[in-house]
């Protein structure tokens, strides 16, 4: 096979499995890469190349049956003609590079009565500005000579034998004959004194050919054209054959599809008010035909450069053609035209050739339209194909083009990354500032009673909820001080503020589910109560969660039994504080369960800077005051009367 290096073409790479073989050449199907992409539907470089090589034959004498034909190709241009892209030489081998295209007799079977109606109507065209315009004659006109492109439009080829009107006679038609299609050729034609009415025959043939087995019903005026094909195109004499052109102007080339492609294509001749008129009904028209027929015959045309600039087809047209048809419409939302496979097959090819357009009014059509197409293609091609262009547009000096241009790359981040949309390294500049629970509710809790209804205080919050502004953290009763210390040498007042410092610490660190907790226990000492145990340290800690929720104040104690009670407490524990005269009385294994008040004299136990500790005593409180609170035990008055060899009384170690 032949190499990159030895061609015309830099980045050809070629099949190496022929998809036609003729008498005259092989047909590959190749790709250029890293060239343009815009040779056929795909946008992927994919282009047409066949190599002949020289022939036999009175006709081939001066150049061969491929060089004609690409001598041909490239001398007479037309939109139903094959494009010409390059030639070249290699060796004895002669190579032509066309558009992508595939021979007729591979993919007829798969189309519907009326694409080949259509596929007719573009070689009749092609064979008017040969007859007309150029003053050439075909001379093979068949199925082998057409060839169908990406978008499934025919193409008229095999140009090998074509020559002027003035060149035609009964002998070149001789020496032509031995490869012409034996079928398309007239049995009388060495007798005709006329020669120029060859195509005529060979035509009514070829729709003779494409229509087997096909239903007459399928098309309008199918079955009448037959008959016109027969009677006129085949008469017997060649006089009577009437011209091409006139062929257009039959029922068959003229029903309502026909119409509507017909004005597509020739849409730079019509008037404002003729496409204003013609686009603000065309969908309607077209609801009736198959989707697929619509999106491979008109789709390249509803998305021309021409029609995407008319103002009537962008507002009537164009947004529901780009938008893929979706069952679960919302409100108010449009739906598509063409279902999710037919738009992918025919309408996404386009959009791919539409973004390496360099038309700012088209350009931001796409990118109006480009959050409802977008999710239709696939990573490699939105990476390698969109993303590219996209990037292109943000360079550009139009602000708005810019702006929609980064709204597109915004649609893309979900899709490909940030990584690969933005590029570069990126790293974590922000973090989540939202609160993090760091225990889950119980199910208890997620499962309240509907019949209640939450208030204020139900709430999670972050301060503390109260009625009234005075009831702060201080004066709130059932808030207890720690345990002052045991040098007993701090004022209340230090340990009050303390003890403020420290429940605000803790508040702000605690677990917001505490707050809910109303499963608590709440403690309260009446006033004249004959119970006489007093609270030890495991009553106090449960008192304290529960005093300090403003959810249960409320509900339990009243305020100014509160206030009071708080009073009395303080009282006794000063008092406590004086009457402990053992600090072994501290120690959990000599704690009494009562406690009796002590009278005794203050005396100043710095007087001969040794301290003297008395033997353990016996300390009462009186029950009315213990029934208001708890006494504070971290106070001691040493006792000089005692002896010092005694010690501390005890091992401290055990």
Same mark, same amino acid.
């Given at each position: 096979?032949?190499?990159?290096?030895?061609?015309?073409?830099?980045?050809?790479?070629?099949?190496?499995?022929?998809?036609?073989?003729?008498?005259?050449?092989?047909?590959?199907?190749?790709?250029?890469?890293?060239?343009?992409?815009?040779?056929?539907?795909?946008?992927?470089?994919?282009?047409?190349?066949?190599?002949?090589?020289?022939?036999?034959?009175?006709?081939?004498?001066?150049?061969?049956?491929?060089?004609?034909?690409?001598?041909?190709?490239?001398?007479?241009?037309?939109?139903?003609?094959?494009?010409?892209?390059?030639?070249?030489?290699?060796?004895?081998?002669?190579?032509?590079?066309?558009?992508?295209?595939?021979?007729?007799?591979?993919?007829?079977?798969?189309?519907?009565?009326?694409?080949?109606?259509?596929?007719?109507?573009?070689?009749?065209?092609?064979?008017?500005?040969?007859?007309?315009?150029?003053?050439?004659?075909?001379?093979?006109?068949?199925?082998?000579?057409?060839?169908?492109?990406?978008?499934?439009?025919?193409?008229?080829?095999?140009?090998?034998?074509?020559?002027?009107?003035?060149?035609?006679?009964?002998?070149?038609?001789?020496?032509?004959?031995?490869?012409?299609?034996?079928?398309?050729?007239?049995?009388?034609?060495?007798?005709?004194?006329?020669?120029?009415?060859?195509?005529?025959?060979?035509?009514?043939?070829?729709?003779?050919?494409?229509?087997?087995?096909?239903?007459?019903?399928?098309?309008?005026?199918?079955?009448?054209?037959?008959?016109?094909?027969?009677?006129?195109?085949?008469?017997?004499?060649?006089?009577?054959?009437?011209?091409?052109?006139?062929?257009?102007?039959?029922?068959?080339?003229?029903?309502?599809?026909?119409?509507?492609?017909?004005?597509?294509?020739?849409?730079?001749?019509?008037? @404002? /008010?003729?496409?204003?008129?013609?686009?603000?009904?065309? &969908?309607?028209?077209? $609801?009736?035909? =198959?989707?697929?027929? #619509? !999106?491979?015959?008109?789709?390249?045309?509803?998305?021309?450069?021409?029609?995407?600039?008319?103002?009537?087809?962008r507002k009537d047209v164009i947004p529901f053609i780009l938008k893929p048809k979706n069952d679960r419409v919302q409100n108010g939302e449009n739906s598509g035209f063409f279902n999710l496979t037919v738009f992918k097959g025919h309408v996404k090819p386009r959009l791919m050739q539409l973004f390496g357009v360099?038309?700012?009014?088209?350009?931001?059509?796409?990118?109006?339209?480009?959050?409802?197409?977008?999710?239709?293609?696939?990573? @490699? /091609?939105?990476?390698?194909?969109?993303?590219?262009?996209? &990037?292109?547009?943000? $360079?550009?000096? =139009?602000?708005?083009? #810019? !702006?929609?241009?980064?709204?597109?790359?915004?649609?893309?981040?979900?899709?490909?990354?940030?990584?690969?949309?933005?590029?570069?390294?990126?790293?974590?500049?922000?973090?989540?500032?939202?609160?993090?629970?760091?225990?889950?509710?119980?199910?208890?809790?997620?499962?309240?009673?509907?019949?209640?209804?939450?208030?204020?205080?139900?709430?999670?919050?972050?301060?503390?909820?109260?009625?009234?502004?005075?009831?702060?953290?201080?004066?709130?009763?059932?808030?207890?001080?720690?345990?002052?210390?045991?040098?007993?040498?701090?004022?209340?007042?230090?340990?009050?503020?303390?003890?403020?410092?420290?429940?605000?610490?803790?508040?702000?660190?605690?677990?917001?589910?505490?707050?809910?907790?109303?499963?608590?226990?709440?403690?309260?000492?009446?006033?004249?109560?004959?119970?006489?145990?007093?609270?030890?340290?495991?009553?106090?800690?449960?008192?304290?969660?529960?005093?300090?929720?403003?959810?249960?104040?409320?509900?339990?104690?009243?305020?100014?039994?509160?206030?009071?009670?708080?009073?009395?407490?303080?009282?006794?524990?000063?008092?406590?504080?004086?009457?402990?005269?053992?600090?072994?009385?501290?120690?959990?294994?000599?704690?009494?369960?009562?406690?009796?008040?002590?009278?005794?004299?203050?005396?100043?136990?710095?007087?001969?800077?040794?301290?003297?500790?008395?033997?353990?005593?016996?300390?009462?409180?009186?029950?009315?005051?213990?029934?208001?609170?708890?006494?504070?035990?971290?106070?001691?008055?040493?006792?000089?009367?005692?002896?010092?060899?005694?010690?501390?009384?005890?091992?401290?170690?055990?």
């Amino acid at each position: 096979m032949m190499g990159n290096e030895s061609s015309q073409l830099s980045g050809l790479e070629i099949e190496e499995k022929a998809v036609e073989i003729t008498d005259f050449w092989c047909h590959y199907q190749a790709k250029i890469n890293d060239s343009c992409r815009y040779f056929s539907l795909k946008s992927d470089g994919s282009v047409s190349v066949f190599k002949g090589e020289a022939a036999a034959g009175p006709l081939w004498a001066i150049s061969t049956p491929l060089e004609k034909f690409s001598n041909n190709l490239l001398k007479y241009r037309h939109p139903c003609i094959v494009r010409y892209i390059s030639a070249w030489q290699q060796r004895s081998t002669l190579h032509l590079a066309t558009e992508y295209v595939q021979p007729l007799s591979q993919v007829l079977n798969s189309l519907t009565p009326l694409q080949i109606c259509i596929g007719l109507n573009n070689i009749l065209r092609a064979l008017v500005f040969l007859h007309e315009q150029a003053g050439m004659s075909h001379n093979n006109v068949s199925i082998s000579a057409i060839y169908v492109t990406g978008d499934g439009q025919w193409k008229l080829g095999g140009l090998q034998y074509l020559c002027p009107f003035t060149e035609l006679t009964s002998a070149y038609l001789k020496h032509a004959r031995l490869h012409r299609y034996d079928k398309a050729v007239d049995p009388n034609e060495d007798s005709y004194e006329i020669t120029t009415k060859v195509d005529q025959y060979s035509f009514a043939v070829l729709v003779d050919d494409v229509f087997k087995g096909k239903n007459n019903d399928e098309v309008p005026y199918l079955k009448e054209f037959k008959s016109f094909c027969r009677d006129t195109l085949q008469h017997q004499n060649p006089a009577k054959r009437t011209n091409l052109s006139e062929v257009l102007q039959h029922n068959f080339f003229n029903h309502e599809f026909i119409t509507i492609y017909k004005f597509l294509s020739f849409l730079p001749l019509k008037s @404002e /008010e003729e496409k204003a008129d013609f686009f603000s009904h065309i &969908l309607d028209t077209l $609801k009736c035909y =198959d989707e697929e027929t #619509v !999106a491979k015959q008109l789709s390249g045309l509803l998305l021309s450069r021409l029609a995407m600039l008319d103002q009537t087809a962008r507002k009537d047209v164009i947004p529901f053609i780009l938008k893929p048809k979706n069952d679960r419409v919302q409100n108010g939302e449009n739906s598509g035209f063409f279902n999710l496979t037919v738009f992918k097959g025919h309408v996404k090819p386009r959009l791919m050739q539409l973004f390496g357009v360099r038309d700012s009014q088209i350009r931001m059509l796409l990118l109006t339209h480009f959050s409802k197409f977008v999710q239709v293609f696939t990573h @490699e /091609e939105l990476s390698h194909h969109i993303l590219p262009e996209l &990037l292109l547009g943000i $360079k550009d000096i =139009d602000d708005t083009l #810019v !702006a929609s241009t980064l709204v597109c790359l915004s649609e893309l981040v979900p899709i490909l990354g940030a990584d690969t949309v933005i590029g570069g390294k990126r790293s974590k500049l922000f973090t989540d500032g939202r609160p993090n629970p760091k225990t889950k509710l119980p199910i208890s809790q997620l499962t309240r009673s509907p019949e209640r209804k939450k208030s204020l205080r139900d709430l999670p919050c972050s301060e503390d909820v109260f009625e009234h502004s005075e009831l702060n953290t201080f004066d709130n009763p059932l808030i207890l001080n720690e345990r002052p210390s045991p040098v007993g040498g701090e004022s209340m007042e230090d340990e009050i503020i303390t003890k403020e410092s420290s429940t605000s610490k803790v508040d702000s660190e605690a677990d917001w589910s505490d707050w809910e907790n109303t499963n608590r226990q709440l403690t309260v000492i009446e006033p004249d109560s004959t119970i006489s145990p007093p609270l030890n340290d495991e009553q106090l800690i449960q008192l304290e969660p529960a005093a300090a929720d403003p959810l249960l104040k409320n509900d339990f104690i009243p305020k100014e039994d509160l206030i009071a009670k708080k009073t009395l407490l303080q009282k006794a524990a000063l008092n406590a504080k004086k009457n402990i005269l053992d600090i072994s009385e501290l120690d959990i294994k000599n704690q009494k369960s009562d406690y009796f008040k002590k009278n005794t004299d203050e005396f100043d136990f710095f007087a001969d800077m040794m301290p003297v500790i008395e033997k353990p005593a016996v300390v009462s409180v009186d029950t009315s005051e213990i029934a208001q609170g708890l006494s504070s035990k971290l106070n001691f008055v040493p006792d000089e009367n005692l002896d010092e060899s005694e010690g501390w009384g005890e091992n401290w170690n055990d």
